[in-house]
């Protein structure tokens, strides 16, 4: 892994790109135009937007068969409450959320319970997980929904309910509960609510797509939000390459306290930590949470899913998925259900126009590589790029000339190359004190560098070290407390029984000292 390349979707001009990030001098420098703050570091790839924004979203036919992970989110799999040969209606509950992080699963469509098994997972592993397969019957036939006619009417926490019924998630990629993100928030006394719609990423315009077209229903679902976690401020952060979706929120939050704001065009400025700092800057402490600070960061996509779970009752089923790249015939926006093969995706879009050397699940920077295009979409499904060999641009990584271009795209502030030396002797220690922790993994320092060193498959691969040096070290302290517990229940059990020795023996000896004495008096008695 460590000696592979990273994702270069497109060329870039490296003479131009150190005197542009040359100009990002501080974290809060405040831009006079539009009371904005700058971001150190960033880079500007070509977009490739233009492959597929102008095209309205299309609604993908009715699959015949979906195939719908237990795990489409962080956190612990839903646990399946169907059978196979059950049949299902679109909407209906087909996992239950499991623990304190999770997120329930729902049928995308009605049909019958195929299987219960393990399938292919969209996951560079493609290792198969735990998955319902459900057949469609072609009816697309809805569950009873409960519809609400004035959902500002309710508490805050029924909100937060309905939300987590709904099994929504993250929609810009992360796909953390969001139910569990409002009641934290809410919690924490959050005061400001921020709404993502940067769609930095290149290629993708689900979001632009989505803004443009259901700009209304969006809006609701940020004020809904907002309501549920009694935010003061609501703030819509859109970068200014997309002007109709930035004109389309604002007629929309006319007469609402919901403000849109046009940012620069930068990546990685869909970033959580860094539309915080553009848009309020404030910035998250190293190792803690955007509620720390008291803001709270959603896609625009999760508002209107909570919109639609709010005020129709439905939950989440489908996404709008990106399908672009040089590769593709026709690129476009879909409206697909959870559980449909990938294939299906690119079939619709007219298939391949010509070699895809490459095939991603999200975006080029800081998307999956996928083989296996029988793999489903899933809930964090935004893109399904078919990449050319010349949109790659791949080329063999050479040593490092310390030039230090890759510090000044770092828009954590981070020593990328000290980092990656660090790993590469295996000190890891010496990694985290650099501030690997907080890494965003956004791949500006791979992308900028002319060595071609594959720095942020190092920094992943790393966070992967530890992850896994930190399960075994729970389960070593889950394994002492076990044994800690047995050797204190065996001391326990001990002390008791030689106290309940100690105390039939003290009875006995008192009942003999009883004898005796009487057996003393009877004999003084007859003498």
Known sequence: MLNSRPVRP???NQSKEPAVLAQRRSWFDRVATNGLFKLRGGVHPEGRKDLSAERDIRVLPLPKKLFVPLQQHIGAPATPVVKVGERVLKGQLLAAAQGAVSSSVHAPTSGVIAALGDFPAPHPSGLPVPTITLESDGADKWIATETVADPFALPPEDIAARVAAAGIVGLGGATFPAALKLNLSRSSGVQTLIMN???CEPYLTCDD?????????IVEGIRLIAMAVDAQEALVGIEDNKPEAVAAMRAAAQGTAVKVVAMPSMYPMGSEKQIIQVLTGKEIPAGG???????????VATAFAVQQAIRHGRPLVSRIVTISGAAIRTACNVEALVGTPVQELIEFAGGYAQPAARLVLGGPMMGQQFTNTGVPVVKGTSGVLALTASEIGQAEASPCIRCSTCVRACPVGLLPLEMASRIRASDLAGAV?????????CGSC???CPAHIPLVHYFNYAKGDLAAQERARLKQEATRKLADARSERIARIERERAEAAARRKAAREAKERAAKEAAAKAATEAA
């Open 209 to 217: 797509r989505i803004m443009r077209e259901r700009a209304a229903q």
């Open 289 to 299: 949470r955007p509620a720390d600070i008291g803001v709270l960061v959603h896609n």
């Open 433 to 441: 004190a650099f501030g690997l922790k907080d890494c965003i993994a």
């Open 197 to 199: 719609g940067g769609e």
């Open 10 to 12: 497109f060329s870039l």
């Open 446 to 448: 791979s992308y900028v």
